[in-house]
């Protein structure tokens, strides 16, 4: 009876030392679950950028070779000039220099009318002071009023009774009104040169306001061409790409507005100055044949 309960407890420990020795592989076993768990993560990060290498529509350097072809560092006007085509760098060239020649009428046709205005008037007061058509003619042919629309005027009245008088003609008696007559003949052949000496340039400026809003739109026409071909060529419609040769286009239309718009106030500003000098030169041209006929009532 006593060695069959030594004999259990000896299997009891046997048993219990197995149940010992076998733990240490259970938690071997159990281990490598955890790895798994932790590479988990790593597949996902190296999964995570394969969306943003398929994200660019255009290719990268294309976008780049843009940036750097207008400077890198934004787009200017000098730069979309520079990197304009040769046609619609023409485009731009001949306007800006119509523009320059536009402002250079503006200060010369200033500076004219400014000193003819001033002539104008030292005329007017020297000639109302005449007594006779010989003062008058003397004042007319006065250095100091040389070229003077109103001087010429008045010279060529009197020139033209003087002739009379030269040819024996009676101009304060029977021959009076035929040599008035011929008189304002001829300061109607003089006043009627006085518009086209008045208004040289302004051809010019009629020209550049009427035409260079569309020469600035055949640039800008030209340009788009050229930027949609860009386009087809490059295989990419990444606004980077097509709009810095887009800005280019309509650079040209700009410079055109730029050379037209003050073309056309020149134009019309310095056609008001030349109607109210005509205007002017209407009244004197009464005043004139009032007055020698005034001086041939008095036989003058």
Same mark, same amino acid.
């Given at each position: ?15 219990? !030392? /197995?149940?010992? *020795?076998?733990? $240490?592989?259970?938690?071997?076993? &159990?281990?490598? #679950?955890? +790895?798994? @768990?932790?590479?988990?993560? !790593? /597949?996902?990060? *190296?999964?995570? $950028?394969?969306?943003?290498?398929? &994200?660019?529509? #255009?290719? +990268?350097? @294309? ?238």
């Amino acid at each position: 009876m006593l060695d069959s309960k030594m004999k259990n407890t000896l299997l009891a420990l046997a048993g219990a !030392a /197995v149940l010992m *020795a076998g733990s $240490p592989v259970l938690a071997q076993d &159990a281990v490598p #679950a955890t +790895p798994a @768990t932790e590479t988990a993560p !790593a /597949v996902d990060a *190296a999964a995570t $950028p394969a969306p943003e290498a398929a &994200a660019p529509a #255009a290719d +990268p350097e @294309t976008v780049a070779d843009a940036v750097s072809g207008h400077g890198g560092g934004g787009i200017t006007p000098i730069s979309m000039f520079m990197d304009a085509g040769m046609v619609v760098k023409v485009v731009m060239i001949g306007l800006i220099l119509a523009s320059v020649f536009s402002w250079t009428l503006l200060l010369i046709k200033m500076f004219e009318f400014g000193a003819l205005g001033r002539t104008t008037d030292r005329f007017l007061e020297a000639f109302r002071g005449a007594r006779t058509i010989a003062d008058m003619r003397r004042v007319a042919t006065s250095d100091d009023f040389d070229g003077n629309p109103l001087a010429d005027m008045a010279a060529a009245a009197t020139e033209e009774i003087e002739l009379s008088r030269q040819a024996g003609l009676s101009v304060t008696g029977e021959h009076r009104d035929s040599a008035i007559l011929r008189a304002q003949t001829a300061v109607q052949a003089v006043q009627a040169g006085l518009a086209g000496r008045l208004s040289g340039g302004q051809q010019f400026l009629a020209s550049v306001g009427s035409t260079g809003p569309f020469v600035g739109l055949f640039g800008t026409v030209y340009g788009i061409m050229n930027s949609f071909i860009g386009i087809a060529e490059s295989n990419t419609t990444n606004l980077a790409v097509v709009a810095p040769g887009i800005a280019e286009a309509l650079l040209a239309t700009g410079i055109g507005l730029f050379a037209a718009i003050p073309a056309v106030i020149f134009y019309n500003y310095f056609n008001t100055r030349i109607s109210a000098y005509g205007t002017r030169s209407d009244g004197f041209n009464a005043e004139l044949i009032n007055g020698i006929s005034r001086q041939l009532d008095k036989g003058a």
